[in-house]
């Protein structure tokens, strides 16, 4: 029977210097490397370089990238365009510490793929741009607690932290998920501020919504849940949501940090035709540069807006830094291009589709679950539409199916069975090819077992 080993072998054999690297990192860096995600069992690779759909790690190996820096990279690393407009902006000065006409035209180019956003205000990460809104819906209902799905991840911030992992003897019936904290050093008393609903789950998301109405300012949501891998919205749930939230006054946040310009230009939003009050914006809209930001109706926007009597907070040193601004201009106008999606979502589908029958033909069970080019293969002979239904997927399996795909020169997303994995427009049908072919090796190790 194979072992862990055996799926490690040429990782290990190919990896020698990110190997010895990860002995000298894991001296300076907590696990070696700059932020959790990042490692992996039995140590991760570190990068050289990158371009277009590959990176290249300090061995000198070139890996097929559908981590794509966890998603702002829809383009492909390093596109020329982009480089050429950061180039133009570097000379230009770092930081005006004051405000510049180009913030104006990102704000209008993003309007113009998602027309939600009357007003927009920039933030450096996903983090930050789910935590401001939060605040903004309190101030502008006058109400504390925020709604959440179980599963979901919304960013770093205590309130996010929340309900992102349960453990299994925290679990409750999905009406009555008390929030927990994730992960040591979040305040407990913050959970009592969440509410937890199960996404995709209409009957209970109703009547978590409904006893709690009195207490919530806002339902934050991923439009399509990443939080645990991917769950794509089934049975009208986000038209339901959108239409109980406007009868119970509640703020409704679209985190488009994930989805925003990678489902459709216009996000989730133009996908499943939703408007929310607020939608959180970062990874491509950032171009790959850290920009973030979050924007909705001119009313709740405008809680923002120094007054007498008090105002919400919303400021950082680096918001609308002007290097990240052109970064991300220039890829929402390369996106705006005719055909783009077209392409991006026929490789997407070329990828997860082929996995699927890949896998079926190895007689290897495997639920693969995508919108576009955002995608995660669970192992599991079940259909997965919830978070919940991911807990008793085979992770030994997928382990196996990534560390064998790695070896083989395919970084197949962030390392974990609960995450998720992206294509690009650069992601050539060799590409995909060879990722499927890799795949049906590990498969075929898989099935003999
Ligand atoms: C849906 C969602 N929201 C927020 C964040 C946090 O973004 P960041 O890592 O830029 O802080 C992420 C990051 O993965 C995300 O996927």
Known sequence: MPTSAA?????????????????????????????????FEPYPFYVKRAKGPYIYDLDGNRIIDFAL???????GHDNPEVVKAVKAQVGKGTMYGASSEMAAEYVRTIQKAMPSIEMFRFANSGTEATMH????????????????????????????????????DMLRDVRHQPSVPFGKGVPKC?????VMYPFNDWGATEDVLTR?????????????????????P??????????????????LIFDEVLTGFRVARGGAQERYDVKPDITCVAKVAGGGYQLGGFGGSRKIM????????????????????????????????????????????????????????????????????????????????????????AMDIDREKWNHWFMHSLGRGVFFGVPHPDEH?????????????????????????????
């Open 69 to 75: 820096g966890y998603g702002p990279m829809i383009l």
């Open 302 to 389: 405008e809680e923002i807006v120094p007054k007498a009597g008090g105002n919400v907070y919303h400021g950082g040193t680096y918001n609308a830094h002007p290097v990240s601004v052109a970064a991300g201009l220039k890829t929402l106008q390369i996106l705006g291009r005719p055909g783009v999606y077209r392409k991006i979502d026929r490789i997407g589908d070329s990828l997860f589709r082929g996995l699927k029958d890949v896998a079926e033909d190895r007689g290897v069970d495997v639920w693969v679950e995508s919108v576009g080019s955002l995608g995660q293969m669970y192992f599991t002979d079940k259909e997965v539409s919830k978070w919940r239904d």
């Open 212 to 232: 709690n109405a009195d207490d919530l300012a806002a339902v934050i949501i991923e439009p399509v849940q990443a939080g645990g891998g991917c769950f794509a």
């Open 234 to 251: 089934r049975d009208n749930y986000l038209k339901r949501l959108r239409k109980l939230t406007k009868d119970l006054g509640i703020v």
């Open 7 to 39: 799926y490690e072998k040429e990782y290990v054999s190919r990896t020698r210097r990110s190997r010895a690297h990860f002995e000298k990192a894991r001296k300076l860096l907590p696990a070696g490397v700059e932020s959790n995600v990042r490692f």
């Open 133 to 168: 809104p939060m605040r903004v819906a309190r101030a502008y209902t006058g109400r504390e607690k925020i709604a959440k799905a179980e599963g979901s991840y919304h960013g770093g911030h205590d309130y996010a932290l929340q309900g992102v992992d349960i453990p299994e």
């Open 421 to 449: 994995f992206f294509t690009s427009i650069v992601h050539s049908e060799k590409d995909i090819q060879h990722s499927l072919d890799v795949s049906d090796e590990a498969f075929k190790m898989i099935a003999k077992e």
């Open 190 to 194: 913050i959970s009592d501020l969440m």
